[in-house]
């Protein structure tokens, strides 16, 4: 008789976005003439731009011919991608990363939940809160975190780094030393970024306390004001410490697509094992574990993720990018005006609000789908530091944005 893997039973309730769509699924049953506009969940809503399906039209072609057909691609990634974004992303900008030392993926959330099976199970891991949930449930499932308490919303072994409005969003040093720390920059869902002297002082803390920092950096490109990082590996030391997820969702819509990244530098090196294996390198794990598990992004996608990097890929990619943004700046200016307070939707196509006459995020939820039709995020809903705000999207389109922000004016 087969047994399950009970950690699965320990994860809470369904999915947030699940549990958003049935709610906004009654309301319309309810309601058949609502027009409801969704500015809930983080997917993008552009087309790939021209760069983007010109090379994915000339690739697809290339695997209908015998000469230029492509079979299974390398388990780590075609050589002109890693390339391209170890030149791209990371060397024109002035940080050390090698070309091997980018693994392609199919994605940031895989690579995300994947990531800790190449730690020990007794790695205790800290998470900002409000948190992307993916880094916590792909950690329960591990069985690493301990018990869900339903009344705190939290796991009784996963340290916990609230970001408020009284600390600006940014996460402070734990009092308990965790082996594995998460952060996203810009972040998702509270739209705020980190300083490179905020984030420097982690990758020192990370060194000294020999701690693994795995940056979520998904939304670098909307980063607009020069004096926030872009990469963790601007600060001095990370290449010791810091592994760095990157995406095409975002910046250059391949939601759909599926294409991502993860860095990880040759220096982060773990002097003595328990089976008394000595310097060994985490990259040399997760090559391992890609080659196992991974038989590579297709030929096809990383073609079209190869296009993102030349001169007219970059500009489409950033006028896409200024579309969002100008959403997010409406967006933001409408919220303030109607007298909410606002955060985020400057470096990030997230606006957080907090709530008005300290409603819940899931009454406010609620009442915004109900007085305006408006569809957006319960803060909650990424940890119990996100009661009391709320997370709106600016990958809509503009003319969506507007109609949202008027009804919410007239609410
Ligand atoms: C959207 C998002 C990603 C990107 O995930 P993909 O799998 O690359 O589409 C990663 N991290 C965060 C925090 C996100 O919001």
């Known amino acids: 008789m087969y047994s399950l893997n009970e950690n699965y039973l320990k994860l809470p ?30 997917d993008v809503t552009q087309p790939l731009c021209k760069a983007v399906i010109d090379e994915l039209h000339r690739a697809v ?19 002109f991608l890693r390339h391209a974004m170890a030149e791209n992303d990371y060397r024109n900008k002035g940080c050390e990363i090698a070309d091997d030392e980018i693994f392609i993926s ?17 790695c205790k891991i800290a998470v ?7 880094y916590v449930d792909s950690n329960v499932m591990a069985g690493r975190c301990g018990d869900y308490d339903e009344k705190t919303g939290m796991w009784s072994n996963v340290i916990y780094m609230p970001c408020t409005a009284e600390n600006g969003f940014a996460p402070e040093l734990p009092s308990q030393t965790p082996d594995l720390i998460y952060l996203c920059f810009p972040n998702n869902p509270t739209g705020e970024v980190i300083s490179k002297d905020q984030l420097q002082g982690w990758v020192d803390y990370a060194n000294k306390v020999g701690a693994v920092i795995i940056y979520d950096a998904a939304y670098e490109a909307y980063i607009t004001d020069s004096s926030i990082p872009h990469s963790i590996y601007e600060c001095v030391g990370a290449r010791s410490c810091a592994i760095e997820l990157r995406s095409f969702s975002k910046n250059a819509g391949f939601t759909g697509l599926r294409l991502g990244a993860t860095v990880i530098p040759h220096d982060i090196v773990i002097s003595k094992t328990a089976i008394g294996k000595e310097n060994v390198e985490l990259h040399s794990l997760w090559a391992r574990r ?15 993720g190869f296009a993102c990097y030349s001169d007219e890929g970059k500009a489409q990619i950033k006028e896409q990018v200024a579309t969002y943004m100008k959403n997010a700046h409406y967006i933001k200016n409408g919220l303030k005006e109607a007298g909410y307070t606002v955060y985020g939707g400057e470096n990030s196509p997230y606006v957080w609000l907090r709530t008005p006459d300290n409603m819940t995020s899931w009454e406010f939820f609620d009442y915004l789908l109900d007085k305006a039709n408006v569809v957006g995020t319960p803060g909650s809903g990424f940890g119990p530091s996100g009661e009391h705000y709320f997370r709106l999207t600016a990958f809509g389109s503009y003319e969506n944005s507007v109609r949202a922000i008027d009804r919410i004016k007239n609410m």
């Open 61 to 79: 072609d290339e695997m209908a011919n015998a000469d230029t057909f492509k079979g299974y691609a390398p388990d780590l990634g075609y050589d």
């Open 13 to 42: 309730g369904s999915y947030l976005f699940s549990g958003i769509a049935k709610k906004v699924a009654a309301y319309q049953d309810a309601h058949k003439d609502a027009d409801i506009i969704r500015l809930g969940i983080g």
């Open 106 to 122: 199919d994605g940031a959330k895989s690579d995300s939940a994947n990531i800790q099976e190449i730690f020990g199970n007794s």
């Open 128 to 134: 900002c809160d409000p948190v992307y949930p993916v």
């Open 290 to 304: 890609h080659g196992t598990k991974y038989n590579g992004a297709p030929y096809i996608v990383q073609r079209a």
